[in-house]
């Protein structure tokens, strides 16, 4: 039996259930990748995502080469590229992941599922991450999350992959970004602050953040400053399947233990106990990463619908020079914009202040949702489409199952970068001002710095108003029941074991949590 495995967001060898799925089966197996130019040009596709790709690829590449096996990398959309393919290897099988990716991916899943069941092919998909596909309700998840992910051990890398002789296809090398998309670049990108994503950065920077930063990571990601280092710093390699988060949950088990027998021997307890609780705090935002990518995979329409309908008369300002404002960080608001020019130029922004950029551009300055997730999602490097869409929404207020917050830019500025070292790093303009002076920017604007765009304390009870209003009414109420009970957290208190390891926590997911020190 000749198959495929089709490599889509799992550039990895290691813990990879589909490869060794195809691995048990098939006779000769094939990796290949394809670069899609429907999809990296999408809308919603930058040249962060892009690159990510294209180094994860040659890193992929090296370790197949290592065992022996070669890569087919082929430019084509699909079912286009696999008609091609299939007649020049008479493949009858494909191997990949289940994919919960944007309106643009599902759509050619969609076509090549046709083109198989036409072409008699035979195409498996497996799961590699706690979203269920065809989930009918969220009351058993917490179960089939802890069989997946806590109780059963990572597959290890193979050894060796049985291939045909597939030299004369002379389809391997990897192009570069600038040949293969030069209109997705952009000046303002600094490379060398953009994070490497390749199954071997994965596993370095999981060992240096379970060893290492993970001391100073409760307490320390809510800042813009310190999340470089004190973050995981893990999510583009989930995002791109560079390591798993089977693999992930082990190690971090693993920490735990380490640290539990530090505490009973008696060595460095209040060090131990410190670690220990920012491992837990960072096991709980594992857990919550899959309650939102399966909101995408169970309501494909809310990449272009408010999850909650009642949300869809919400009035917004259509002003294309407040976006463009907002997305280059012109708007006068000195925190703000530099989140957003530090995004431009890294790819990286902590999650407390991209919830802040979202809260204040929809409450602030009433850009509607959907007009801007697409030009912030070509802003991170580790976009994940079911996370971006989800938070989008919860930060516009629109789910109307969580508190309505809403976050003042002047108080996460004297929050988290009180002498304004931060602001000063990306908004040259303000270097020469005192933070004192920054933070009354706004009622008291300082030359070479472009004014506050809008008065945002009265835009915010506008839309506050608005929100409330509808959040109210009975059509609003009703509607909330309903995704309530279809998208609402299942998860409970108790902790669950894998192996002997110390117990996970898998938290009730509400707002507060995501924002916790």
Request: net charge positive.
């Amino acid at each position: 039996m000749r198959a495929l495995w089709w490599i889509k967001r799992d550039f990895r060898l290691d813990d990879n259930p589909a490869l060794q799925a195809a691995l048990a089966s098939c006779t000769y197996l094939i990796p290949v990748f394809f670069l899609e130019p429907r999809v990296y040009l999408a809308p919603d596709a930058s040249a962060f995502h892009l690159q990510a790709q294209l180094t994860a690829l040659a890193d992929l590449q090296s370790s197949l080469r290592a065992i022996g096996a070669e890569l087919l990398v082929i430019k084509a959309d699909l079912p286009q590229g696999f008609i091609g393919l299939q007649q020049q290897l008479a493949f009858t099988h494909i191997y990949s992941h289940e994919e919960t990716g944007a309106g643009i991916t599902y759509q050619r899943d969609i076509a090549v599922a046709r083109w198989c069941k036409q072409q008699n092919i035979m195409w498996y998909e497996f799961p590699q991450s706690g979203v269920i596909r065809r989930l009918r309700s969220r009351d058993n998840r917490s179960q089939i999350i802890a069989k997946r992910l806590l109780d059963s051990e990572p597959l290890p890398p193979p050894t060796h992959i049985p291939q045909p002789d597939i030299r004369h296809l002379n389809t391997s090398a990897i192009p570069p970004l600038d040949a293969l998309a030069p209109e997705l670049l952009d000046k303002r990108i600094h490379w060398p602050s953009v994070q490497v994503v390749s199954e071997r950065r994965a596993q370095r920077t999981l060992d240096s953040f379970l060893q290492e930063r993970s001391l100073r990571y409760r307490g320390g990601i809510s800042s813009p400053n310190k999340a470089f280092l004190c973050g995981s710093r893990l999510s583009p390699h989930i995002a791109w399947g560079t390591v798993s988060l089977r693999r992930i949950f082990f190690r971090l088990h693993q920490r735990l233990n380490e640290l539990e027998d530090e505490q009973e021997s008696g060595v460095d307890n209040l060090l131990a106990q410190r670690w220990q609780k920012s491992l837990e705090s960072f096991s709980s935002r594992l857990f919550w990463r899959d309650h939102f990518v399966q909101r995408l995979e169970s309501a494909s329409y809310m990449e272009f619908s408010a999850l909650n309908p009642a949300y869809e008369a919400l009035e917004y300002t259509q002003d294309p020079a407040r976006l463009a404002a907002w997305i280059n960080g012109e708007t006068g608001f000195p925190l703000v914009d530099a989140c957003m020019r530090c995004l431009q130029a890294t790819g990286f922004l902590n999650f407390r202040m991209r919830a802040m950029v979202v809260n204040f551009a929809c409450f602030g300055l009433h850009i509607h949702w959907r007009d801007l997730q697409y030009p912030l999602a070509r802003l991170f490097t580790d976009y994940e489409p079911g996370i971006h869409f989800s938070q989008v929404q919860m930060q516009a207020a629109i789910v109307g199952i969580n508190t309505i917050r809403v976050y003042s830019p002047l108080k996460q500025l004297m929050d988290q970068d009180p002498d304004c070292q931060f602001i000063k790093r990306w908004v040259p303009e303000l270097r020469p001002y005192s933070p004192e002076q920054i933070a009354c920017h706004e009622t008291m604007p300082l030359p070479g710095y472009v004014l506050a765009m809008v008065n945002a304390e009265h835009n915010i009870r506008i839309m506050k108003a608005r929100i409330s209003h509808i959040r109210s009414s009975e059509p609003g109420q009703e509607s909330a029941r309903q995704v309530l009970l279809k998208h609402g957290s299942r998860l409970k208190q108790k902790g669950r074991k894998t192996g002997g390891a110390s117990s996970i926590t898998a938290p009730a997911i509400n707002q507060i949590d995501l924002f916790g020190d």
